[in-house]
């Protein structure tokens, strides 16, 4: 068996589609705002990303660059701002952020209906209610990029390994929400790859190369890998040992171009969600 693979570039592509005539259809197009703090190198390449997506499918977006050496104070007045300008539907806050800045309070802080990270409280509870309304972007690419596959949690083992509030749990809920079998795993999980063989779809999202072997993939798997790290040799890796593990799942997502281009797309659909939420209500 050797795994077919979960192409996020292509599925990207379908989505980017779908959601370029859904643009094309508003009279109105929204709005991002999306915030930088320093000169964080990766911060700097995501950010650029984002905005080319925007242009190419023609949401408006605001790059607001701030120093370094922003304190708290003055990031929560430029968000309050932000929050208040009826012209801005969205806003994405790039991490990491300086030390200085507490990241938990920024995320608080956004306006819940234009927190298209989906990690403010809001959002965050309505997911665990089942009630989703704007939700993480990575565990909603994954979602995603199975529909695309129609690969069918309903009813499945999951497990999900990785406990952030990023990916691992907003990822679990909605795996829940899709009438899966859950089972979460992370640093502290004794014997990983008996809980891991277990699984009929298997995600980890914990950004440690070579973390999944194909010693503790089930045959036959559904194995979608979002961890990404540099390797000892300085390359983009993610958890699963790809060539171990495709030799014993069914699908496998890679790293670069599995689940990171269905995030980048998520986020703009998040972006053209919000602008409605905030239409409906105006």
């Known amino acids: 068996m050797v795994a077919k693979i979960l192409d996020g570039k292509a599925a990207s592509v379908a989505w980017e589609a779908e959601l370029a005539a859904k643009l094309g259809n508003m009279q109105a197009k929204p709005c991002i705002a999306l915030v930088r703090v320093g000169e964080d190198p990766a911060s700097v390449t995501y950010v650029k990303k984002k905005i080319e997506m925007c242009t190419r499918l023609g949401i ?5 660059h701030l120093p370094q050496n922003t304190t708290q104070d003055e990031l929560m007045a430029r968000l309050e701002k932000l929050n208040t300008d009826p012209r801005i539907h969205a806003i994405l806050v790039q991490v990491p952020l300086p030390d200085q800045i507490d990241a938990v309070a920024v995320q608080n802080a956004i306006a819940p209906l234009k927190d298209v990270d989906g990690f403010g409280p809001e959002n965050m509870g309505l997911l665990l209610m089942g009630r989703p309304r704007l939700v993480a972007a990575t565990p909603a690419g994954v979602m995603r990029l199975l529909k ?12 999900v390994v990785g406990r952030s509030n990023i990916v691992g749990k907003p990822l679990a809920q909605l795996l829940l929400n899709a009438d899966a079998t859950v089972t979460m795993a992370h640093s502290k999980t004794q014997n990983l790859a008996a809980v891991t063989k277990q699984a009929d779809f298997l995600f980890s999202a914990v950004g440690k190369p070579g973390l999944i072997t194909g010693a503790m993939v089930k045959k036959g798997a559904i194995v979608v890998d979002i961890g990404t790290s540099k390797n000892d040799e300085g390359k983009l890796a993610g958890d699963a040992q790809f060539e171990s593990v495709k030799k014993r799942a069914a699908w496998l997502s890679p790293v670069p171009g599995g689940v990171g281009p269905m995030t980048i797309m998520s986020l703009m659909a998040n972006t053209i969600s919000a602008y409605e939420l905030q239409n409906k209500r105006a």
């Open 60 to 64: 408006v977006s605001q790059f607001v």
């Open 148 to 159: 695309h596959y129609s690969l069918d949690v309903t009813g499945k083992n999951c497990v």
